[in-house]
C-alpha cells in the first residue's frame, strides 16, 4: 500500500514533476521505426511524458523531434514540409532542425538578427532495434545509448509492437510484474494440465536488487520438479522474461524471450511496447508465426482498430466479455492475453488509488518495484547515481523459464540459460 502522497509522486510524468524529472534521465521508445519509414515523408505526432512534439526523417535518414508547435504563433508542425534535412512551418514557411535551430526566415528581411535568437525545443533520438529512443533529460547528464540484448539480435530474430493503454503507466508495470496472475487471468484452458501455471497457482517469489533493477523468480512445484520463471525489471519502466511452448517436450528451451516496456504517454495514458525475440541464432522468427502469436495475445494487427494502435476490443464494449466462455472455457471470458491485462488495469481507472489495497505474499515484485521508483526519484533529487542508466548494469542479462529437479538450486541449474548471447 502506498501513502496518497507517494502515489501522486510515482504516477506523475509532466516536466515539472519529481517523478517526470527522474524519468527524463532515460531513453525512452518515441516510436517504432516502421512509423516513419522513409526519408522527407510525412511528420508524426508524438506526446511523450505529457509533451507535445513531432518526429520526422530527415533527408540523410536521422530522425528530428522537435516541439509540436512552430514558436512564431505555434501554428502546428505536423502540418509542416518536411525537406532538405529541417521541418518548415507551412504558416511562414520559418524552419528548423533537428536541433531546433532555425536555419531559414523568409518572412523576415535578410540578414535579420531575429533568426539567431530563435530557437525551438528539440531531443536527441537514436534509433535501435526497431524503435526510435529519445532522451528528455538535462543534456549534461545524457547516458549511453540503450543496450538491451534483444536491440543487438538481427532483425529476423526480433519483434516489436505497439499497443495504446488507457491508464497510467505504473498500473501496467505492476501487470507485467506479477506472476500469481497468469494462474488467473491467462487460464484460457480451464484444467488445462499441459499449463505449468496452473500446476501450482501459488508460487513462491523471490527478488534480488540488482544494478539495473532487480531479478525475480517464481517457483512452482510441478510433477516431478521446479517450474522456475526468472524476469528482471530494469528501470524504470522494462520487463525482461521468457516463455517456454508447452509441458511435453519443450519445456527447458524458450520459445521465445519476451519483454515490455512501459512508456507514459501522460499521466493518464500509456504506450507498450512489446518485444519478442529468439533465444538463439538458429531460431530465426517467422513473420507468420509472429502474428499468429500477436493475435492470440489479442494485439495482432486483426485486433486493432485500423491505422490505430487502440484494440478493437477495449472499454466502450467492456472488451467484448462473453459470460458464456468465462463458464466453459477460459477464467476471464475475455479472448486475448494482452486483452485480459487491459480489462484489469484500465478498469482500475486512469490512476490507481493504491492507498486503498491490501498486499499479500504474491506482490513481493511490486513492493520491491515501487520502492526502488521512489528511492529513485528521490535520489534524482540529489543528483545521485540512477539504477538501470549505465548500460553496462543490464547489456548481458536474460530472463529464461525452466523445470529443473526438486532438489536442484536454480542458480547453479539456470547459470548460462540466463546470459545473453546476441
Same mark, same amino acid.
Given at each position: 500500500?502506498?501513502?496518497?502522497?507517494?502515489?501522486?509522486?510515482?504516477?506523475?510524468?509532466?516536466?515539472?514533476?519529481?517523478?517526470?524529472?527522474?524519468?527524463?534521465?532515460?531513453?525512452?521508445?518515441?516510436? =517504432?521505426?516502421?512509423?516513419?519509414?522513409?526519408?522527407?515523408?510525412?511528420?508524426?505526432? !508524438?506526446?511523450?511524458?505529457?509533451?507535445?512534439?513531432?518526429?520526422?526523417?530527415?533527408?540523410?535518414?536521422? !530522425?528530428?523531434?522537435?516541439?509540436?508547435?512552430?514558436?512564431?504563433?505555434?501554428?502546428?508542425?505536423?502540418?509542416? #514540409?518536411?525537406?532538405?534535412?529541417?521541418? #518548415?512551418?507551412?504558416?511562414?514557411?520559418?524552419?528548423?532542425?533537428?536541433?531546433?535551430?532555425?536555419?531559414?526566415?523568409?518572412?523576415?528581411?535578410?540578414?535579420?538578427?531575429?533568426?539567431?535568437?530563435?530557437?525551438?525545443?528539440?531531443?536527441?533520438?537514436?534509433?535501435?532495434?526497431?524503435?526510435?529512443?529519445?532522451?528528455?533529460?538535462?543534456?549534461?547528464?545524457?547516458?549511453?545509448?540503450?543496450?538491451?540484448?534483444?536491440?543487438?539480435?538481427?532483425?529476423?530474430?526480433?519483434?516489436?509492437?505497439?499497443?495504446?493503454?488507457?491508464?497510467?503507466?505504473?498500473?501496467?508495470?505492476?501487470?507485467?510484474?506479477?506472476?500469481?496472475?497468469?494462474?488467473?487471468?491467462?487460464?484460457?484452458?480451464?484444467?488445462?494440465?499441459?499449463?505449468?501455471?496452473?500446476?501450482?497457482?501459488?508460487?513462491?517469489?523471490?527478488?534480488?536488487?540488482?544494478?539495473?533493477?532487480?531479478?525475480?523468480?517464481?517457483?512452482?512445484?510441478?510433477?516431478?520438479?521446479?517450474?522456475?520463471?526468472?524476469?528482471?525489471?530494469?528501470?524504470?519502466?522494462?520487463?525482461? #522474461?521468457?516463455?517456454?511452448? *508447452?509441458?511435453?517436450?519443450?519445456?527447458?528451451?524458450?520459445?521465445?524471450?519476451?519483454?515490455?516496456?512501459?512508456?507514459?504517454?501522460?499521466?493518464?495514458?500509456?504506450?507498450?511496447?512489446?518485444?519478442?525475440?529468439?533465444?538463439?541464432?538458429?531460431?530465426?522468427?517467422?513473420?507468420?508465426?509472429?502474428?499468429?502469436?500477436?493475435?492470440?495475445?489479442?494485439?495482432?494487427?486483426?485486433?486493432?482498430?485500423?491505422?490505430?494502435?487502440?484494440?478493437?476490443?477495449?472499454?466502450?464494449?467492456?472488451?467484448?466479455?462473453?459470460?458464456?466462455?468465462?463458464?466453459?472455457?477460459?477464467?476471464?471470458?475475455?479472448?486475448? !492475453?494482452?486483452?485480459?491485462?487491459?480489462?484489469?488495469?484500465?478498469?482500475? *481507472?486512469?490512476?490507481?488509488?493504491?492507498?486503498?489495497?491490501?498486499?499479500?505474499?504474491?506482490?513481493?515484485?511490486?513492493?520491491?518495484?515501487?520502492?526502488?521508483?521512489?528511492?529513485?526519484?528521490?535520489?534524482?533529487?540529489?543528483?545521485?547515481? =540512477?539504477?538501470?542508466?549505465?548500460?553496462?548494469?543490464?547489456?548481458?542479462?536474460?530472463?529464461?523459464?525452466?523445470?529443473?529437479?526438486?532438489?536442484?538450486?536454480?542458480?547453479?541449474?539456470?547459470?548460462?540459460?540466463?546470459?545473453?548471447?546476441?
Amino acid at each position: 500500500m502506498l501513502t496518497v502522497e507517494e502515489n501522486e509522486r510515482v504516477t506523475r510524468v509532466g516536466p515539472n514533476t519529481a517523478g517526470g524529472k527522474y524519468f527524463r534521465r532515460f531513453w525512452w521508445p518515441m516510436c =517504432l521505426s516502421s512509423e516513419l519509414p522513409e526519408p522527407d515523408g510525412s511528420p508524426l505526432r !508524438v506526446r511523450l511524458l505529457g509533451e507535445d512534439l513531432v518526429a520526422y526523417r530527415a533527408t540523410d535518414g536521422t !530522425v528530428g523531434l522537435v516541439d509540436a508547435y512552430c514558436p512564431h504563433r505555434r501554428a502546428p508542425l505536423f502540418f509542416g #514540409r518536411n525537406e532538405e534535412c529541417g521541418i #518548415r512551418c507551412v504558416y511562414h514557411g520559418w524552419k528548423f532542425d533537428k536541433h531546433g535551430d532555425c536555419v531559414d526566415m523568409p518572412s523576415e528581411p535578410a540578414g535579420t538578427t531575429l533568426q539567431a535568437k530563435v530557437k525551438i525545443v528539440a531531443y536527441p533520438t537514436v534509433e535501435k532495434g526497431g524503435v526510435v529512443w529519445a532522451y528528455m533529460g538535462p543534456k549534461d547528464q545524457q547516458p549511453a545509448e540503450p543496450d538491451y540484448e534483444w536491440t543487438r539480435a538481427p532483425q529476423t530474430h526480433r519483434y516489436v509492437s505497439k499497443t495504446f493503454e488507457n491508464c497510467n503507466y505504473l498500473q501496467c508495470i505492476e501487470g507485467g510484474l506479477d506472476t500469481a496472475h497468469s494462474s488467473f487471468a491467462h487460464n484460457n484452458k480451464l484444467n488445462d494440465r499441459a499449463n505449468l501455471r496452473q500446476h501450482d497457482k501459488s508460487p513462491n517469489i523471490d527478488v534480488e536488487r540488482t544494478d539495473y533493477g532487480y531479478c525475480y523468480v517464481s517457483t512452482r512445484h510441478v510433477d516431478d520438479g521446479k517450474y522456475i520463471r526468472v524476469y528482471h525489471y530494469v528501470m524504470p519502466a522494462q520487463q525482461l #522474461r521468457a516463455s517456454i511452448i *508447452g509441458y511435453e517436450g519443450t519445456r527447458n528451451k524458450p520459445a521465445r524471450l519476451d519483454g515490455h516496456i512501459w512508456v507514459p504517454i501522460d499521466d493518464y495514458t500509456t504506450f507498450v511496447y512489446n518485444i519478442m525475440c529468439a533465444p538463439h541464432p538458429e531460431d530465426e522468427l517467422v513473420p507468420e508465426a509472429v502474428e499468429k502469436r500477436e493475435v492470440a495475445a489479442g494485439r495482432g494487427a486483426v485486433n486493432n482498430i485500423p491505422g490505430t494502435f487502440r484494440l478493437k476490443r477495449n472499454q466502450s464494449n467492456d472488451y467484448l466479455i462473453d459470460r458464456q466462455m468465462q463458464k466453459t472455457q477460459n477464467y476471464t471470458g475475455i479472448v486475448g !492475453v494482452n486483452t485480459q491485462d487491459f480489462a484489469l488495469q484500465e478498469g482500475m *481507472g486512469p490512476i490507481c488509488d493504491r492507498s486503498k489495497e491490501f498486499l499479500g505474499t504474491s506482490d513481493k515484485a511490486i513492493v520491491a518495484m515501487r520502492r526502488l521508483l521512489l528511492d529513485a526519484i528521490a535520489q534524482n533529487e540529489k543528483d545521485g547515481t =540512477l539504477r538501470g542508466l549505465d548500460p553496462d548494469t543490464y547489456r548481458k542479462v536474460r530472463a529464461y523459464d525452466r523445470v529443473i529437479p526438486g532438489s536442484a538450486n536454480w542458480k547453479d541449474a539456470m547459470a548460462k540459460d540466463l546470459v545473453a548471447i546476441w
